[in-house]
């Protein structure tokens, strides 16, 4: 490389402009990257993020703009032509084969057909320089989500990139596990290779990124030098205004509240050769409180969730108890009739069926519960009453929409999350058990839903809250237990419980573990 | 090297969802005339006589509601099944089990008569046709077999079975070893509808009332709803606590039901006794009629009509012109192909991909695969 060349950045992009329709996703957007920094790309969801680094990546083309490499226009028309240029990605979505080893893995996105043994050997040697070891024979079936994640670093590495671009790469990993993650970037850049560090996490931001290019919806809306910045002031750039802090008043009394869910002993086999066994699970949500469970994504999150709402049945009825009752052998709608409310991690398809109406939504989970007014005699559908409803809870959670009765994937994640929340809310369950209430939703709405949640036990609910978010679990909950590979352990008090405490516990270390089994009594 | 690819709309047109059948006739019609005409006859003559003389007279659009009458009862209970993404093929056979079930107090309890005979008749029949349809619906079910394979298959063991019925135990005595059974009694006659004006008979009747019930089920009712949530995401369906192994028996059986009253109300009414055949593939025919009434009741009333008259036009063009009447297939074949086809172009479009320029990443490992296999 040239001196000339050292002078010019990396990477610069003018005006690039991207439209789906009669969105535009992004907007003129201008963005410089050094050589041998790391620059966050900061905004909410829907901010255009994803959109610009697939623009850059090859995925899509833009309409318009232009992008520079080391000062010379070019035209990122497929991912094979940003690899050959020295771009690399690792994406959120790890796309690896379980069945395959990660050697294999890693074979299968180089081109060259160089022999599986060598390649392995070169990943091998390349994972222990960075500080990423990682066996190449083992079967990525049976790896971590950590694990998985340094099979696409290194596979990305293996290309020699000189730009590096990272979408959300902490949302899966321990807090032990991203301080690592952090080292490694750190000796990227002292190597002069340059990253794009796509995150909403601000305090991480602050700590490792140089420069911050700050989306809101479509429009760059400044640059800054995070470590300048603080959390919030990153954050009203991004969101446009204060987020509401959510509050949580202490509650008294709590220790003689009554338990309204009570799961005890429930073990779970594993149903498919890639799914987290249950192991003896236990744990008491009492009326008033709001639980949190922790832990690193697939570690038996899913699982320990269709067991507690009846879409996998157990065999031992007193597993799960809901209000002082076997519950253990009731379908969904049994428990439901008791008492419970119950929101997955996935909205569309899950939560809420895609093609329908919010209004037939509604019915998908309240059909049984509100049998009376929702459903007349013979079976017939009283549409009105659904409707009237259905507009109720689309007011209460301020639920943005661009029709009365639109279909539920018309919705942005964020909005059809609160109207899913809102649709369990307005029944006023004694028992609430949410999986990941805020997944993907903008910091608006997530403070919305929180706050919800917080008052929904402080009025006498027993609320459950899954989350892979620490910062939300530590925000609403009154005691966090972790979900460590199907086991669940004791529930820390808040007052006692710190982020290095519970990342250990994601981790797999057991302080706990002796006393977790005690937790029934 | 090009290569083809779907890519899904982001938006369906709802102008052109509605247009789809028409446009799926049309083209029919174009399809249908070039193939007249490569038969040697003037397409328009042909298409005369195809479409328009078989309904020109008042008996003969008696025979169309004849025709179209099966075909609408099929047609409705398995649009049920297709909404809940359970794809009953073996309406044939629920048909022919229908009618043999229907036909049990006539053929062998000929004696017996009066205005309780026809009743039992009919719900011996939708008995008949809902138990061959609970066949596959068990296997399914318990085994996780596929519906269609099971289903289908099961129509040539019930086209076997009525042969052998009416070749063997249940043959009319003094029938001259013809393979039929006696004729049924007056009691046991689906009665015509208007007989000074034409043959058509209540199963016309049968048909419009199970539409249109089956239209309130399906748009208004809980059931309906069960029905559409676990056709279309089964997930969210179980989330709603809706079982998918009671959709599987509720729509099997309700199809089964409606093809075995189709069935009986054939053999009683159109036929009046068994023979080695009862139905010229009603139960296949109302395959299409289904999807193209859109799965909807009250379109497929509409559909059942046009379908019958492909029945009708290919027996006239057989004796008028001469051409098989096997032609009534070939109408059938191509309709249901334009709609499926307009019907995939309305949801996705076609993408023409250079593979050399623009490679996706999944494209990209595919042809790694066998790289990988040569390395090791």
């Known amino acids: 490389m040239s001196a000339n060349q050292d002078a010019t950045n990396l990477l610069e992009v003018r005006g690039l402009t991207k439209i789906f329709g009669t969105l535009t996703a992004c907007d003129h957007i201008d963005l410089d990257i050094a050589r041998g920094e790391i620059h966050a790309l900061l905004g909410e969801n829907g901010a255009g993020k994803s959109t610009l680094v697939k623009m850059l990546f090859g995925s899509l083309e833009p309409n318009s703009g ?7 226009a070019v035209r990122i028309s497929s991912p094979g032509v940003a690899k050959k240029l020295g771009i690399g990605m690792v994406f959120q979505h790890f796309s690896l084969f379980e069945a395959l080893t990660a050697a294999e893995n890693i074979a299968l996105s180089l081109d060259d057909g160089s022999p599986i043994s060598s390649i392995a050997a070169k990943a091998r040697a390349l994972s222990y320089s960075y500080g990423l070891p990682l066996d190449p024979e083992s079967l990525v079936g049976d790896l971590s989500v950590g694990e998985r994640q340094r099979i696409e670093i290194i596979r ?284 993907g939703v903008d910091a608006g709405a997530a403070a919305h839903i929180r706050q919800a949640l917080i008052e929904l036990s402080r009025s006498g609910s027993a609320v459950l809250v899954i989350s892979q978010d620490l910062d939300e679990l530590f925000e609403i909950s009154d005691a966090i237990a972790v979900m460590h590979n199907g086991e669940l352990s004791k529930p820390l008090p808040i007052a006692e419980a710190t982020f290095e405490k519970v990342g250990l516990l994601m981790g797999g270390a057991e302080p706990g573990h002796a006393e977790h089994t005690l937790e029934t009594a | 090297m090009m290569r083809l690819e779907l890519v899904k709309r982001p938006q369906r047109s709802v102008l052109f969802s509605a247009l789809s059948p028409f446009l799926a006739f049309a083209l029919t019609i174009i399809a249908g005339a070039i193939m007249f005409a490569l038969l040697g006859v003037n397409p328009l003559t042909a298409f005369r006589i195809y479409f328009i003389e078989p309904v020109s007279q008042v008996w003969q659009l008696h025979e169309l509601a004849i025709k179209a009458a099966p075909l609408i009862l099929i047609a409705v209970g398995l649009s049920v099944c297709y909404k809940a993404n359970i794809w009953n093929i073996g309406a044939e056979g629920q048909f022919i089990l229908g009618g043999i079930a229907g036909s049990i107090i006539p053929v062998l309890f000929p004696q017996f008569e009066g205005p309780l005979v026809l009743p039992l008749m ?159 593939g009603y139960g296949f025919t109302a395959i299409i009629v289904a999807f193209l009434g859109r799965l909807n009741p009250l379109g497929i009333v509409a559909a ?65 695969a066998p790289k990988l296999k040569e390395a090791r």
Request: charged share 20%; glycine share 10%; with cysteine.
């Open chain 1, 156 to 439: 990305c590495l293996l290309q020699t990139p000189q730009l590096i671009i990272l979408d959300e790469p902490t949302s899966v990993l321990t807090p032990q596990e991203a301080d690592k993650l952090f080292q490694t970037l750190e000796r990227l850049r002292s190597e002069g290779k340059s990253i794009l560090y796509i995150s909403h996490r601000l305090e991480e931001v602050k700590r490792i990124c140089d420069r911050a290019t700050v989306l809101r919806h479509g429009k760059v809306v400044g640059h800054c030098n995070p470590r300048e910045e603080t959390a919030s002031s990153l954050a009203r750039m991004m969101v446009g205004n204060e987020v509401q802090a959510v509050v949580r008043a202490p509650v008294d009394g709590i220790e003689t509240a009554q338990p309204l869910l009570e799961i005890r002993n429930l073990s779970r086999k594993p149903a498919t050769p890639f799914s987290i066994p249950l192991k003896g699970i236990s744990l008491n949500v009492r009326a008033g409180e709001v639980i949190g469970i922790a832990g690193v994504a697939g570690n038996g999150q899913g699982e320990f969730f269709e067991s507690v709402s009846g879409e996998v049945l157990q065999q031992d009825a007193a597993s799960v108890r809901i209000r002082g009752k076997d519950a253990g052998g009731l379908t969904i709608t049994g428990r439901r009739l008791l008492g419970a409310a119950f929101v997955p991690e996935e909205r569309l398809g899950h939560g809420a069926a895609p093609r329908m109406k919010l209004s037939e939504n509604l019915l998908l989970s309240r059909h049984a519960t509100d049998g009376k007014a929702f459903v007349g005699t013979g079976g017939m559908v009283k549409s009105g009453a659904i409707y009237a409803a259905a507009q109720r809870i689309i007011e209460a959670m301020d639920v943005r929409k661009s029709a009365p009765d639109p279909e539920a994937a018309a919705l942005s994640g964020g909005n059809l999350q609160k109207f899913i929340v809102g649709r369990e809310l307005d029944r006023r369950p004694s028992v609430m058990v949410v999986n990941q209430p805020t997944w």
């Open chain 2, 304 to 368: 059942g009509l046009v379908l019958a008259l492909t029945y009708l036009g290919g027996e006239a063009v057989q004796s008028a012109l001469g051409i098989s009447d096997k032609v009534a297939r070939v109408f059938q074949g191509m309709l249901l192909f334009f709609v499926l086809g307009c019907d995939t172009l309305i949801h996705y479009r076609i993408r023409l991909i250079g593979l050399a320029l623009t490679k996706p990443e999944s494209a990209a490992k595919l042809e790694a």
């Open chain 1, 66 to 72: 232009e992008i520079f490499w080391n000062g010379q």
């Open chain 2, 122 to 280: 009919l719900l011996l029949g939708m008995v008949g046709g809902a138990a061959y349809a609970a066949i596959p619906a068990l296997l399914k079910t318990r085994f996780g077999t596929n519906e269609i394979l099971t289903s289908l298959m099961l129509v040539y063991v019930a086209q076997l079975f009525l042969d052998w019925l009416v070749r063997g135990p249940w043959r009319d005595p003094q029938g001259h070893g013809f393979p039929q059974t006696i004729q049924f009694n007056d009691s046991a006659v689906l009665p015509e509808l208007m007989p000074d004006a034409g043959r058509a008979n209540w199963g016309f009747v049968f048909a419009l009332i199970a539409a249109v019930l089956v239209w309130i089920l399906m748009s208004r009712m809980l059931k309906g709803f069960e029905v559409r949530v676990l056709g279309s995401s089964p997930r969210a369906g179980r989330f709603a606590g809706f079982g998918l192994n009671r959709m599987v028996f509720f729509a099997f059986l309700l199809s089964g039901a409606l093809a075995g009253l189709a069935g009986i109300s054939e053999v009683s009414g159109a036929i009046g006794q068994l023979q080695p055949v009862i139905s010229p």
